[in-house]
């Protein structure tokens, strides 16, 4: 089932606590991995060669109620609850369409990571694979841990990596960095990221107190050299792009594809205001605890089959954060990565990509995914963690075919992302 509707976004508001919003599905059917697509700055939509469903079939849901063209209001006040919810509706969708012991994979991007780890749990705790045959998940850039983690402690670093991108004075980096360090940022990614990591360590310090805001503050700064700045891909520059649905360019847009009536009506959806990031699906704050601290490792035992990619220009969760999550998590007897994940993730070439390089590609190019070493991939007891180079927070937007070769891996079409061969469907 990838995948599985509504990741994340946040209201980009540069004020402690960072909303957490929930994103229609079809943004992923129109601009990531349906088989056409309509991104960002694109005159009409497009065939996608690398979509998904040229390797299984895809199930686009939004959810829960309230998220995209899925009828609210929201009526959840935790993980469970949406577990629940999505569970009994899967049921009834696998017997009306006689799917009955259908292999089940879910995916998702951004708060994604919160909640698809509980529909996995929820799922693998009926014992039914008659409907819930569930056999691995993966979750693009997640929303796996407290803030702390996933974006203020690594800010700084990050921050440091791409100053060339950024062009911020020095007087402002030295401010920040002396921040990064006096707040125990820097202390506490020195301690993570550790192969194999110590014993049980704290979590990252409190983002509330003084000075220690140090994401907010470089993100304002950012937007003073840049106006257009992206904390979802942070190599973008003015002018904004419009975007047909008018997201994830922040130029806004009329969000307007889905609202129109012909659209609503091919797809059996009542009159409804279609809005890609609606309100928060969780006016009184999400109850579970972050799904790292829940039930991610159980769901990595029960399954041996849990991916977790990462792109290295999303600016708003952090790769590092990722991955000093995973070096404070128990699974399968050990506590994180006990070697550095540094293999490399490899692309296929394709012809279309070398006509492209030799300056035949037709106009215009549709076959726009790259090849070769992409990023990382290193997997231990049955857990995955990807890295992509030239990926925003959107991996199969930026990068398809290395989440194209990612989706081959999960459905365990090749035996690992180091894997030479060519595409299993080209």
């Not at 100053?163 to 004075?169: A, C, D, I, K, R």
């Not at 550790?194 to 000075?211: E, I, L, M, Q």
């Not at 990023?375 to 030239?390: I, N, P, W």
Request: hydrophobic share 35%; net charge negative.
């Amino acid at each position: 089932m990838p995948p599985t509707g509504s990741p994340a976004c946040s209201s980009g508001s540069s004020h402690l606590p960072i909303q957490k919003q929930i994103k229609s599905s079809l943004d992923g059917l129109l601009q990531e991995n349906g088989p056409f697509l309509w991104q960002s700055g694109t005159y009409a939509p497009v065939r996608n060669p690398f979509s998904w469903s040229n390797l299984t079939n895809i199930v686009y849901i939004d959810q829960p109620a309230g998220t995209g063209l899925s009828p609210g209001p929201a009526t959840v006040q935790n993980e469970i609850d949406v577990s629940n919810q999505f569970n009994g509706f899967w049921k009834r969708f696998i017997q009306t369409f006689s799917m009955q012991g259908y292999k089940i994979y879910i995916t998702g991007e951004s708060y994604a990571g919160q909640y698809i780890p509980y529909l996995a749990s929820g799922m693998l705790d009926q014992n039914d694979t008659t409907h819930f045959n569930l056999k691995g998940i993966q979750i693009n850039d997640p929303s796996i841990n407290e803030d702390n983690v996933m974006i203020y402690a690594p800010a700084v670093p990050a921050l440091n990596y791409f100053s060339t991108v950024f062009s911020l004075n020095d007087t402002f980096m030295t401010e920040i960095n002396k921040r990064a360090d006096e707040c125990g940022y820097n202390q506490f990614l020195d301690k993570a990221l550790t192969f194999p990591p110590p014993k049980h360590f704290p979590t990252a310090p409190d983002p509330s107190r003084r000075g220690c805001d140090v994401w907010d503050q470089i993100i304002k700064a950012a937007t003073y050299i840049n106006p257009c700045f992206n904390i979802y891909h942070l190599t973008d520059f003015c002018p904004f792009l419009w975007d047909e649905m008018g997201f994830p360019s922040l130029a806004g847009g009329p969000n307007n594809y889905f609202n129109q009536s012909a659209v609503q009506k091919a797809l059996h959806i009542s009159p409804t205001n279609y809005a890609v990031c609606g309100g928060n699906i969780f006016p009184n704050g999400d109850g579970s605890a972050p799904s790292a601290l829940g039930p991610l490792p159980s769901v990595i035992e029960r399954t041996n089959n849990v991916l977790i990619g990462h792109g290295w220009y999303d600016y708003l969760l952090f790769m590092n954060g990722t991955l000093a999550t995973i070096q404070n998590m128990t699974w399968n007897g050990l506590q994180g990565f006990q070697k550095p994940p540094v293999e490399p993730l490899l692309v296929p070439y394709t012809d279309s990509l070398n006509a492209i390089a030799n300056g035949n590609g037709q106009v215009p190019f549709t076959a726009d995914a790259g090849a070769g070493i992409l990023g990382t991939a290193h997997t231990e007891r049955g857990l995955t963690f990807s890295t992509v180079y030239g990926s925003g927070h959107e991996i199969p937007q930026y990068t398809p075919g290395a989440a194209y070769r990612q989706l081959e891996f999960l459905l365990g079409r090749i035996k690992s992302l180091q894997d030479t061969g060519p595409f299993t469907t080209h």
